[in-house]
Protein backbone atom coordinates (compact mmCIF):
# COMPACT_ATOMS: atom_id res chain seq x y z
CA UNK A 1 0.00 0.00 0.00
CA UNK A 2 2.35 2.35 0.87
CA UNK A 3 4.71 1.74 -2.46
CA UNK A 4 0.96 2.49 -4.25
CA UNK A 5 0.44 5.69 -2.70
CA UNK A 6 4.48 6.58 -3.75
CA UNK A 7 3.57 5.71 -7.15
CA UNK A 8 1.00 7.54 -7.26
CA UNK A 9 2.56 10.81 -5.56
CA UNK A 10 5.33 10.12 -7.98
CA UNK A 11 2.95 10.02 -11.02
CA UNK A 12 1.09 12.98 -9.83
CA UNK A 13 4.16 15.43 -9.40
CA UNK A 14 4.98 14.52 -12.78
CA UNK A 15 1.75 15.39 -14.26
CA UNK A 16 1.66 18.40 -12.23
CA UNK A 17 5.52 19.42 -13.97
CA UNK A 18 4.48 18.64 -17.20
CA UNK A 19 1.04 20.80 -17.02
CA UNK A 20 3.39 23.41 -15.41
CA UNK A 21 5.94 23.66 -17.82
CA UNK A 22 3.59 23.17 -20.72
CA UNK A 23 1.63 26.68 -19.48
CA UNK A 24 5.06 28.37 -19.56
CA UNK A 25 5.67 27.50 -22.62
CA UNK A 26 2.03 28.12 -24.23
CA UNK A 27 2.20 31.72 -22.07
CA UNK A 28 5.95 31.91 -23.37
CA UNK A 29 4.42 31.34 -26.98
CA UNK A 30 1.48 33.51 -27.19
CA UNK A 31 3.73 36.26 -25.50
CA UNK A 32 5.82 35.98 -28.06
CA UNK A 33 3.21 36.00 -30.76
CA UNK A 34 1.72 39.44 -28.75
CA UNK A 35 5.30 40.86 -29.18
CA UNK A 36 6.10 40.04 -32.47
CA UNK A 37 2.82 41.94 -34.17
CA UNK A 38 2.86 44.42 -31.76
CA UNK A 39 6.66 45.22 -32.75
CA UNK A 40 5.90 44.29 -36.74
CA UNK A 41 2.64 47.11 -36.77
CA UNK A 42 5.23 49.59 -35.22
CA UNK A 43 7.72 49.31 -37.65
CA UNK A 44 5.63 49.49 -40.64
CA UNK A 45 5.07 53.13 -39.35
CA UNK A 46 9.17 53.65 -38.82
CA UNK A 47 9.37 52.75 -42.55
CA UNK A 48 6.84 55.09 -43.92
CA UNK A 49 8.13 57.51 -41.90
CA UNK A 50 11.57 56.48 -43.82
CA UNK A 51 10.46 56.25 -47.73
CA UNK A 52 8.63 59.88 -47.17
CA UNK A 53 12.27 61.15 -45.50
CA UNK A 54 13.92 59.48 -48.38
CA UNK A 55 11.55 61.03 -51.01
CA UNK A 56 11.97 64.28 -49.39
CA UNK A 57 15.82 63.67 -49.67
CA UNK A 58 15.95 63.89 -45.99
CA UNK A 59 18.86 60.98 -45.57
CA UNK A 60 19.36 61.37 -41.35
CA UNK A 61 16.05 61.25 -40.76
CA UNK A 62 15.00 58.00 -43.20
CA UNK A 63 17.94 56.30 -41.95
CA UNK A 64 16.59 56.66 -38.29
CA UNK A 65 13.47 55.63 -39.11
CA UNK A 66 14.22 52.66 -41.01
CA UNK A 67 16.91 51.34 -38.84
CA UNK A 68 13.98 52.03 -35.86
CA UNK A 69 11.94 49.96 -37.53
CA UNK A 70 15.19 46.98 -37.87
CA UNK A 71 15.70 47.49 -34.32
CA UNK A 72 11.89 46.52 -33.56
CA UNK A 73 11.13 44.13 -36.69
CA UNK A 74 14.62 42.74 -37.74
CA UNK A 75 13.28 39.57 -39.16
CA UNK A 76 10.30 40.75 -41.35
CA UNK A 77 10.79 40.83 -45.09
CA UNK A 78 9.54 44.60 -45.76
CA UNK A 79 11.51 46.21 -43.10
CA UNK A 80 14.90 44.40 -44.90
CA UNK A 81 13.63 45.42 -48.43
CA UNK A 82 13.52 48.92 -47.34
CA UNK A 83 16.92 49.38 -45.55
CA UNK A 84 18.16 47.76 -48.88
CA UNK A 85 16.76 50.11 -50.96
CA UNK A 86 18.03 53.01 -49.16
CA UNK A 87 21.76 51.48 -49.22
CA UNK A 88 22.26 52.05 -45.63
CA UNK A 89 26.06 51.26 -44.59
CA UNK A 90 25.90 48.94 -41.15
CA UNK A 91 28.23 50.12 -38.62
CA UNK A 92 27.57 47.57 -35.85
CA UNK A 93 30.02 44.24 -34.91
CA UNK A 94 28.70 40.76 -36.44
CA UNK A 95 27.59 39.36 -33.13
CA UNK A 96 25.28 42.17 -31.58
CA UNK A 97 24.11 42.27 -35.01
CA UNK A 98 23.12 38.50 -35.08
CA UNK A 99 21.90 38.34 -31.58
CA UNK A 100 19.45 41.56 -32.81
CA UNK A 101 17.88 38.90 -35.13
CA UNK A 102 15.46 38.73 -32.08
CA UNK A 103 14.74 41.58 -30.36
CA UNK A 104 15.74 42.47 -27.09
CA UNK A 105 12.08 41.72 -25.57
CA UNK A 106 12.12 38.76 -26.95
CA UNK A 107 15.59 37.89 -25.71
CA UNK A 108 13.91 38.89 -21.74
CA UNK A 109 11.04 36.34 -22.92
CA UNK A 110 13.38 33.73 -22.91
CA UNK A 111 14.90 34.52 -20.26
CA UNK A 112 12.17 34.73 -17.91
CA UNK A 113 10.73 31.41 -19.00
CA UNK A 114 13.44 29.39 -19.12
CA UNK A 115 14.67 30.66 -15.65
CA UNK A 116 11.25 29.88 -14.15
CA UNK A 117 11.59 26.36 -15.98
CA UNK A 118 15.23 26.01 -14.86
CA UNK A 119 14.30 27.20 -11.05
CA UNK A 120 11.64 24.89 -10.97
CA UNK A 121 13.27 22.00 -11.82
CA UNK A 122 16.49 22.35 -9.28
CA UNK A 123 13.63 22.82 -6.55
CA UNK A 124 12.45 19.85 -7.68
CA UNK A 125 16.13 18.11 -7.77
CA UNK A 126 16.80 19.39 -3.92
CA UNK A 127 13.18 18.28 -2.87
CA UNK A 128 14.36 15.01 -3.52
CA UNK A 129 13.06 13.98 -6.87
CA UNK A 130 15.87 12.06 -8.88
CA UNK A 131 13.92 11.51 -12.07
CA UNK A 132 16.55 11.73 -14.87
CA UNK A 133 13.80 13.93 -16.93
CA UNK A 134 14.02 16.34 -13.71
CA UNK A 135 17.37 16.99 -14.07
CA UNK A 136 17.67 17.27 -17.89
CA UNK A 137 15.10 19.60 -17.90
CA UNK A 138 16.43 21.70 -15.28
CA UNK A 139 19.73 21.67 -17.29
CA UNK A 140 18.37 22.25 -20.71
CA UNK A 141 16.13 25.04 -18.63
CA UNK A 142 19.29 26.49 -17.61
CA UNK A 143 20.87 26.35 -21.01
CA UNK A 144 18.42 28.33 -22.88
CA UNK A 145 18.31 30.65 -19.75
CA UNK A 146 21.74 30.48 -20.23
CA UNK A 147 21.67 31.89 -23.93
CA UNK A 148 18.12 34.54 -23.60
CA UNK A 149 20.47 36.06 -20.94
CA UNK A 150 23.85 35.97 -23.52
CA UNK A 151 21.13 37.65 -26.15
CA UNK A 152 20.21 40.24 -24.23
CA UNK A 153 22.99 41.60 -23.89
CA UNK A 154 25.08 40.72 -27.04
CA UNK A 155 21.79 42.71 -28.46
CA UNK A 156 22.74 45.66 -25.87
CA UNK A 157 26.68 45.13 -26.57
CA UNK A 158 26.61 48.25 -28.93
CA UNK A 159 24.46 51.57 -29.27
CA UNK A 160 23.64 52.29 -32.83
CA UNK A 161 22.84 55.89 -33.48
CA UNK A 162 22.71 57.91 -36.84
CA UNK A 163 24.31 60.89 -37.26
CA UNK A 164 21.71 63.62 -37.71
CA UNK A 165 23.85 66.96 -38.07
CA UNK A 166 25.10 67.81 -41.44
CA UNK A 167 28.50 68.62 -41.94
CA UNK A 168 29.58 66.54 -38.68
CA UNK A 169 33.26 66.68 -37.89
CA UNK A 170 34.63 63.50 -35.95
CA UNK A 171 37.17 65.07 -33.62
CA UNK A 172 40.09 62.79 -32.44
CA UNK A 173 39.35 64.07 -29.01
CA UNK A 174 36.45 65.59 -27.12
CA UNK A 175 37.66 69.28 -27.13
CA UNK A 176 35.64 71.54 -29.95
CA UNK A 177 39.78 72.37 -30.70
CA UNK A 178 40.89 69.13 -31.72
CA UNK A 179 41.74 68.19 -34.91
CA UNK A 180 39.16 66.47 -37.24
CA UNK A 181 39.51 62.90 -38.31
CA UNK A 182 37.05 62.84 -40.46
CA UNK A 183 33.59 64.41 -41.75
CA UNK A 184 30.52 61.81 -41.26
CA UNK A 185 27.67 63.02 -43.06
CA UNK A 186 23.74 63.70 -42.79
CA UNK A 187 22.46 59.76 -42.29
CA UNK A 188 25.76 57.93 -41.38
CA UNK A 189 25.66 55.10 -39.30
CA UNK A 190 27.49 54.53 -36.31
CA UNK A 191 28.15 52.90 -32.86
CA UNK A 192 27.54 55.09 -30.09
CA UNK A 193 30.18 54.80 -27.09
CA UNK A 194 30.92 56.27 -24.39
CA UNK A 195 30.57 60.67 -22.93
CA UNK A 196 32.22 62.89 -22.30
CA UNK A 197 31.10 66.36 -21.59
CA UNK A 198 29.18 67.67 -24.69
CA UNK A 199 30.59 64.95 -26.88
CA UNK A 200 30.35 61.25 -27.67
CA UNK A 201 32.70 58.62 -28.53
CA UNK A 202 31.56 56.89 -32.06
CA UNK A 203 32.66 54.17 -34.33
CA UNK A 204 31.76 54.32 -37.93
CA UNK A 205 30.75 51.21 -40.66
CA UNK A 206 34.82 51.80 -42.06
CA UNK A 207 36.47 51.56 -38.83
CA UNK A 208 37.09 54.95 -38.22
CA UNK A 209 36.39 56.16 -34.26
CA UNK A 210 36.30 60.02 -33.18
CA UNK A 211 34.53 62.19 -30.92
CA UNK A 212 31.70 64.30 -32.35
CA UNK A 213 28.72 66.98 -30.68
CA UNK A 214 26.39 64.38 -28.59
CA UNK A 215 23.19 66.50 -29.99
CA UNK A 216 24.82 65.68 -33.72
CA UNK A 217 24.00 62.00 -33.22
CA UNK A 218 20.45 59.89 -32.46
CA UNK A 219 20.61 57.11 -31.16
CA UNK A 220 18.42 54.33 -32.69
CA UNK A 221 17.31 52.17 -29.55
CA UNK A 222 15.73 55.58 -28.44
CA UNK A 223 12.36 55.31 -29.49
CA UNK A 224 12.31 51.27 -28.93
CA UNK A 225 8.82 50.08 -27.15
Same mark, same amino acid.
Given at each position: ?17 ? !? =???? %? ?5 ? &?? $??? +? *???? /? ?79 ? !? =???? %? ?5 ? &?? $??? +? *???? /? ?81
Amino acid at each position: MTARMGFRRETLTRVAVV !I =AMSL %ALLGAAI &AG $RDI +V *ADES /AQARTFVADGQRALARDDRASAVLSLERARWLAPREPFVRAAIAAADVNEAEPFLPRAARLLTSREWSAIATTFGWLSGLG !I =ALVV %AGWRSRY &AV $RGA +V *AAGC /AFVIGMTGIMESNASAPGVVTGSDTQMLVAPYPSAVVEKALPAGTMVVVGSRYDAFVHVKAGDGATGWVPRDRVEPIAGSEG
